[in-house]
């Protein structure tokens, strides 16, 4: 038998102990012992929940507790959860996560502590809800040299966008559906402004070229600004509007970005809609391959946590692999010179200096939309980034703008 505690009985703790418990047989079976929950740590009470019984709130009682070998931290945010995992792994505990903000801003660290002490920081859930992509990219894809990964790595914004598309909503109006269907935090703005995203691919880029990548050095532009006249033109085209994360290996060194794109019907990524969240992955060997399934959730962010539990149990004693290989930071490649063609709005007025600043023959095919009269929209020749931004501050008056993958 071997003793765990979880750190937090929130949405996924609570059901983090539900699986454990609920599939009790699977995951004893599947860890080679009996993983018994010893402790929930939570500030709060839960009268008449089979967790009272194991309920404590001091952590001390987790930390002086040496049949305690299993620590599952699903508590969110970097205070105390990072106090708390640097406090278990210096004390000889394995440490499972959910939480991508800690592992984003600390995992390197982390990682080294658990090095130190023969014991293994696990954090397959912290990306991707329950999609196994951590463990694929460290233990299936390792014969391969990978330069591309590519996700919908958030369920709310991917969500709001789908909205947005299929009732044609405003922006506003979904983002409180989702806020009242649980989908959306009362703060959103770590979904909408991408900075999760953003995290989730600096730990997936690390895993897949080797070393540290800083999420505050990838650019990182969210949806609040998408609108139901950008969905329009979308569609119009018969392309999706999708917030997609991506690090890529090019000639001047690996690219990181997380954007709204127009993407293609022929793209995997385009069908993945509602919470649903999905990985593409390209190999010099295998290809492209992508990996799918639900991206939060109570139980399917707990799956993989528990995933992260058994592997635990099943290296008690000794360490397992999982992370990046070199500690030194990468520097990531400037955005400057990635080209694409870009969807521009802006006033019927404006047609003739568009096709003078913009197009290099002076002449632009312009979509327009029926209810919007006072509007089009044009699609660029392939500019870099740079260009582009040179060129809209020339012309002055775009009302948006969204890149094509």
Request: charged residues 25%; aromatic residues 8%.
């Amino acid at each position: 038998m071997i003793k765990a505690a979880i750190l937090g009985y929130g949405t996924v703790g609570s059901g983090v102990y539900n699986v454990i418990k609920s599939n009790s047989y699977l995951v004893n079976e599947r860890a080679g012992q009996e993983i018994e929950i010893k402790y929930v740590l939570d500030l709060r009470d839960f009268p008449g929940d089979p967790v009272e019984s194991v309920l404590t709130h001091d952590f001390e009682d987790i930390i002086n507790d040496d049949e305690v070998k299993i620590v599952i931290e699903v508590m969110g945010g970097i205070n105390p959860a990072f106090d708390f995992t640097m406090r278990c792994l210096e004390e000889g505990k394995n440490v499972c996560t959910s939480n991508k903000e800690l592992v984003a801003e600390h995992g390197l660290e982390l990682m080294h502590t658990a090095r130190e002490n023969d014991v293994n920081y696990f954090f397959e859930a912290s990306c991707g809800g329950g999609i196994p992509i951590i463990r694929a990219l460290n233990d299936c894809l390792t014969a391969d040299d990978i330069d591309e990964i590519t996700g919908i790595l958030n369920g709310t914004t991917n969500y709001i966008l789908t909205e947005m598309t299929e009732n044609g909503a405003s922006f506003s109006k979904v983002l409180k559906e989702a806020q009242k269907m649980g989908y959306a935090e009362r703060d959103p703005s770590a979904d909408i402004d991408a900075h999760d995203p953003a995290r989730k691919i600096a730990i997936l880029s690390s895993i897949v070229f080797g070393s540290s990548v800083d999420y505050k050095d990838i650019y990182t532009e969210g949806i609040r600004q998408i609108t139901a006249e950008d969905i329009k033109y979308a569609t119009t085209l018969g392309y999706a509007i999708k917030l997609l994360a991506e690090a890529k290996r090019t000639e001047d060194g690996v690219r990181a970005y997380v954007a709204p794109f127009l993407v293609e019907p022929s793209h995997p990524l385009y069908a993945i809609n509602g919470v649903m969240n999905a990985v593409y992955v390209h190999g010099n060997m295998l290809g492209d391959a992508v990996f799918t399934g639900a991206g939060a959730g109570s139980l399917p962010t707990a799956s993989a946590v528990v995933a992260d539990v058994i592997d635990a149990a099943r290296h008690d004693g000794k360490r397992a692999y999982c992370g990046w290989k070199h500690d030194e930071k990468l520097v990531l490649a400037s955005n400057d010179s990635v080209k694409h063609k870009y969807l521009v709005r802006i006033s019927t007025e404006d047609e003739g200096k568009a096709n003078r600043v913009f197009s290099p023959d002076g002449f632009l095919d312009t979509i327009s939309v029926g209810e919007l009269e006072e509007e089009i929209a044009f699609i660029t020749p392939e500019l870099s980034e740079e260009d582009f931004e040179t060129k809209a501050k020339a012309f002055g008056k775009v009302i948006s703008r969204i890149r094509f993958y």
